[in-house]
């Protein structure tokens, strides 16, 4: 009875101090943190764990307490040979890295780059800017270029085939909910959709007036639950029903956000959009935008202009920004309070009375941090930790196996099984 009354008063007290926010805030990892140039233009996480981040300045693999950077190194035939990486896949375990003049695989085993030197049957090869680069379901690799159309590469027959007829600027490539089509998103000709093999079938032609200078202008393309998402032209999404090849159009010209750049589900109702002027929520039930970025807050983005978004595993969402490096975003939503029971730290001098410490906790490769208090006495049959925090994190604490915790008596290691069992106390 006195466990709940005690941990009753600190909920009560804790929670009224608390304050919702419209904005999201952000963790930012820059050059002063390590990475090696802020213009970041895409990343990847591994089967291994570890995030692969695309820069004007060198390739950047973080393993969530250090990064190493890739570049060109002088005589160094082995080193990669572009520092400008904007196309990251993961093929049988090895990196391939699409860089703004060819394309290079990095070797797992022996920490070595090389260049993809296949050719065609015309004896043409991949020499071009590299915007996109994803692997479809019958195990061939399609590669986006600027200048060169796109590229198609069988591994098993190691076959390379070029296509420029349709376009020669390929900015986005996505593949369809049933997996037998692919979408070609051009600079030129608006959007473009082949079969799985490569065969030309149809375009889409996606603006809100035909007159437009940019009506055929698309910058990106997602698959997301079956539907094709569409930024085009300025100020504009657009989504594709597949089922119908119904195109609905949604302007975002009272936000002014210019090009969308990225697109990504956040909720089953909800996208989010990056752009060049801040990142939003689209709302599919009010066909809505919300901006969730503040540029007068410093908590929020360094730099608006977003170049990409990935989610990583444990449900941290990495933001790529063109001059601010990236942000992992920690969305504001409503507080949650968790109860959590820690073994008790006899070493601990003040446990013959009420003790609260504010202390943080690191999670997992994204470093994202929940705001806690500990709580410890000598009337408590354990010490407890009392956590505000939203349901990504708690999502991810579900799955990452470790955690820190970071007090004034130094760090804690806390592992499942041991330091992260939820109390709920007695009534």
Known sequence: MKLTKILICLLIFWTGTLSASPYFSFK??????????????CALQDSYGFIWLGTSDGL??????????????????????NNFVEALIEVDKNIWVGTNSGLYI?????????????????NVYISSEIKKIIKTENGLIWIATLGQGFFIYDPKTEVLTQNSVQTSFVWDLCQSADRKR???????????????????????????????SDSYKVNCIQNIDGDIWIGAGNNLLSRLDERTDAMDNYSGSAFNFGAVHCLLKYTDKEL?????NGLYLFNQNTNTFQRTDNPTDPRS??????????????????V????????????????????IRLPIWPECPERERLLLLSVRIKMGISGLELKAVYISSMLLPANFLLIQSEDMIIKSMTFVPYCWMETIYGSVLMRKGYGLSICVPEL
Not at 60 to 81: A, I, M, P, W
């Open 28 to 41: 930012k990892y820059q050059v002063e943190d390590g990475l090696s140039h802020n213009t970041v233009w």
């Open 60 to 81: 950047n693999r973080y393993d969530g307490r250090g990064n190493k950077v890739y570049r060109n190194v002088l005589n160094d035939k082995f080193s990669l040979e």
């Open 106 to 122: 990095y070797d797992r085993d022996t920490d070595r780059f090389s260049c993809f030197d296949k050719t065609t049957q015309y």
């Open 182 to 212: 692919v979408y070609i998103s051009s600079l030129q000709e608006g959007l473009l959709c082949f079969d799985e093999n490569g065969k030309f079938l149809r375009t889409y032609e996606i603006s809100l007036d035909i007159n437009a």
């Open 272 to 276: 989010l959009v990056g752009t060049d």
């Open 301 to 318: 983005l360094s730099d608006q202009t977003i170049n990409g978004m990935m989610w990583d595993a444990e449900g941290a969402l990495w």
């Open 320 to 339: 790529l920004t063109n001059l601010g490096g990236e942000s992992t975003i920690c969305p504001s939503r409503p507080n949650i309070l968790i109860i």
